[in-house]
């Protein structure tokens, strides 16, 4: 596997496949990999002929009092784990390569940015459609895998992509898990041993929410039932535990078609999401 950091070397490889016929994967990333990366890869693998990783800790996605600064960055660890699962490129442009002077250009998506983490992390959205538009510029990948574990970050591209006429397919990967359930993130390294330990609650509190509903609970009382759990498990502020239409991402007033099940709240200083789909007749 070869690193490249400068977009005329990755133009050249990139365009040397494409020249080839192979069909191209995209797995963007923030570094900081783990199994749930890994899934990305493997289903990329099924995809495309070649799979690209980018790896970008991107700065105008995090707001002013987030974790820039202590965003883990281990880029060597990151690289071993992509070789062996079979990754042929990793993309790691420098914050200079990405955001040159002059730069002046954002990506704003209405609608599906502005609720959920798009209300509580202002600005956030953008930050990613932005760099995600230029990464797809970038590399003109066939084919760009997410996680659903950040279900509105897929939401919103997707969005951008049908909007913008970008010729890419998006995938979303199903949540990887740990054993007793919660959602692999790379921010889980930020969690002390109570912390990792009380973070179990939030897969519980949203399997019970998703139960009630499905049973045929009204949703209000669930999703208080959800905040319930989550408050008695240590996490406080509660951004937002909702029940939403699963595309548009709306509140929906009753439970009925594909709708998704999310939550986000905070342990400490750790900011942790994790969401369900719930498909109901
Ligand atoms: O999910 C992430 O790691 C980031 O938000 C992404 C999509 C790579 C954009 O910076």
Not at 106 to 113: D, K, L
Not at 125 to 132: L, N, P, Q
Request: net charge negative; with cysteine; proline share 5%.
């Amino acid at each position: 596997m070869q690193t490249i950091r400068e977009l005329d070397a990755l133009r050249n490889c990139v365009g040397a496949w494409q020249a080839a016929g192979d069909r191209i994967a995209l797995v963007p990333t923030m570094g900081a990999l783990h199994a749930g990366h890994m899934a990305l890869v493997t289903e990329a693998r099924r995809h495309a002929d070649r799979v690209v990783t980018s790896i970008f800790v991107n700065p105008t996605q995090f707001g002013p009092n987030e974790d820039l600064d202590r965003y883990p960055r281990r880029e060597a660890a990151d690289a071993a784990m992509l070789e062996s699962h079979g990754c042929d490129l990793l993309w790691a442009p420098e914050v200079a390569t990405m955001y040159p002077a002059g730069f002046a250009t954002n990506v704003s998506v209405r609608g599906v940015s502005e609720t959920l983490c798009g209300a509580a992390r202002p600005g956030h959205f953008d930050g990613v459609a932005t760099v995600v538009a230029k990464l797809f510029g970038q590399v003109q990948p066939d084919v760009a895998l997410f996680g659903e574990k950040d279900y509105q970050q897929l939401a919103v591209i997707r969005r951008m992509a049908r909007d913008l006429d970008i010729a890419v397919d998006v995938v979303g990967v199903p949540t990887q898990r740990e054993d007793d359930g919660v959602a692999l993130s790379s921010r889980n390294a930020y969690l002390g041993p109570d912390e990792r330990i009380a973070a179990r609650a939030l897969p519980r509190a949203l399997g019970a929410a998703a139960d009630s509903i499905a049973a045929g609970d009204p949703i209000a009382g669930a999703l208080l039932e959800a905040r319930r759990r989550l408050s008695e498990a240590g996490f406080t502020p509660i951004d937002y535990v909702a029940l939403v239409d699963a595309d548009t991402l709306q509140d929906v007033p009753v439970a009925k078609g594909s709708l998704r099940l999310l939550a986000a709240a905070w342990l400490g200083r750790t900011r942790l999401i994790d969401n369900l789909p719930l498909e109901l007749n």
